[in-house]
């Protein structure tokens, strides 16, 4: 098979790039055969070394810069090293922010066949750094000290690292202090290999509006070593700490957090707002990780929404309610639906803790829940969807198509499935006037999106 490939493995080739991957890796071609490579950038040429060669495509390494894209920058080899989740680091953030609109292009016409959609330019950061308000990092040791930081890609070797550049400095902050706590009092690293030691993980939440911190330690054992003196170190180093939470994760598994969870000093919740709305965040509750780009998205959907008082809503993947108070405040009635109980849970905590009434929410599938509110008499105006990467499920969408909503208005995290999914809501009935890109998680190739449908 190999012989008739334009690249052997191990080759040291010269090469144009023109396009990136969904995941920002540089496309170039050898007679039309298609190799990728992580680090380079359309329009730069490059000497790669061939590490990898299938039927369909190669993969090669960067060795040497032979051109330079105008987008490119420059950061540090061991900077690059660090941060592996910063796939587009090396892209300014003006090619980022073209990169992802360009990414959001491709996949509505290629997979949706919605060439004459209008996409809007991306919503970015004015300050694209230092964004994110969690963090939760494997521990292990190295010369007889912890070690916290990422694991090196395609490895589960950690790299040490002090702080990340897209966390609030708060965030790194917790993490380190709490680390070098854990390494004075002689606590032992978790190791995997042999299922021994103590401290798996650290995590950190921080209310960017209420300035409220959360630490969360993740161990093997049942038992918290040196907890008393722990507590004293934590409380005393980190004044905005508000939580400690003790979570225990007893299993040999990859999942960070284990099913037994307990505040070991404060409070069970640190609090944030997203606009006026206030949330109660716990260890365990999924909260958006940029909170400004967060109020611009839902701002967004609410905008599509269009609504003056009279409608019903229903918010499908609810989660904590996020979305969902957001649209009560607007709306005559909002019921959200969920399959995660906690959330729900954490949902009608939100909607008492802001006062909001008009609100109605209730565990279990939105396939299922949604059509037997239909038969109770529940009629949406608008139909609101905020689903996990993998899409909506297919018999939302039939119930959807069934329904008929005058209004959806899609918020997606992955472009490719919003793109199958507007297809078949196109074809069962609706209209995509426009989809805007925002851009959440700048320094990654992620993009999340909000389209409005219209019934045709």
């Known amino acids: 098979m190999s012989k008739t490939l334009p690249v052997q493995k191990n080759d040291y080739i010269e090469v144009e790039f023109e396009d990136l991957t969904h995941d920002g890796a540089g496309v170039a071609k050898v007679e039309g055969y298609p190799i990728f490579v992580q680090g380079a950038l359309p329009g730069e040429k490059a000497r790669v070394k061939v590490i990898k060669v299938n039927k369909g495509y190669a993969v090669g390494r960067l060795v040497e810069l032979l051109g330079r894209s105008p987008f490119r920058v420059d950061i540090p080899t061991e900077e690059q090293h660090k941060y592996g989740g910063c796939q587009l680091q090396h892209l300014s953030y003006e090619g980022q922010l073209k990169f992802k609109e360009n990414q959001v292009r491709q996949v509505l016409t290629r997979i949706g066949k919605l060439a004459d959609v209008t996409i809007h330019p991306v919503l970015g950061m004015e300050h694209p750094w230092k964004y994110r308000n969690k963090a939760q990092v494997p521990v292990g040791e190295k010369e007889g000290k912890l070690i ?7 490895s589960h070797e950690i790299v040490d690292t002090n702080e990340s550049l897209i966390q609030l400095p708060e965030v790194n902050e917790a993490i380190q202090v709490v680390k070098e706590i854990c390494s004075e009092l ?50 005393s180093r980190l004044p905005k700490v508000k939580s400690i939470i003790h979570n225990v994760n007893s299993k040999r598994t990859n999942v960070i957090m284990g099913e037994k969870t307990k505040v070991i000093w404060g409070n069970e919740v640190i609090y944030d707002y997203i606009g006026d709305v206030k949330f109660a965040i716990s260890a365990m509750s999924f909260y958006q990780v940029n909170p400004d780009q967060t109020k611009v998205l839902y701002d967004k959907a609410l905008e ?4 003056s008082g009279t409608e019903n809503v229903i918010d499908a993947y609810c989660g904590i309610g996020t979305i969902s108070l957001f649209l009560a405040r607007k ?24 006062d909001i009434e008009n ?38 969408l039939n119930t959807i198509t069934e329904m008929k909503p005058q209004k ?13 999914d507007l297809r078949i809501l196109e074809d069962g009935g609706y209209k995509t006037l426009e989809v805007q890109p925002v851009d959440m998680f700048p320094q990654t190739t992620h993009v999340e999106c909000v389209a409005k449908l219209i019934l045709n």
């Open 359 to 396: 609100v109605e929410f209730a565990v279990g599938k939105a396939e299922e829940v949604i059509p037997n509110w239909y038969k109770q008499g529940v009629k949406a105006d608008v139909l609101v969807v905020d689903p996990p990467r993998k899409g909506c499920d297919e018999a939302l």
């Open 331 to 354: 709306a005559k009635k909002v019921y959200g639906v969920e399959v995660v109980s906690q959330a729900i849970e954490d949902a009608k905590r939100n909607a008492a803790l802001n």
């Open 148 to 154: 916290s930081g990422f694991f090196k890609p395609r």
């Open 408 to 420: 959806v208005v899609y918020v997606s995290c992955n472009p490719a499935t919003l793109a199958r």
């Open 186 to 235: 002689g606590i032992s690293a978790y190791n995997e290999e042999n299922h021994k030691g103590d401290l798996r993980h650290i995590m950190a939440r921080y209310g960017k509006q209420s300035e409220e911190l959360m630490v969360v330690i993740i161990t093997r054992t049942t038992e918290l070593p040196g907890k008393k003196k722990l507590l004293e170190e934590v409380v």
């Open 304 to 307: 599509y929404a269009e609504l």
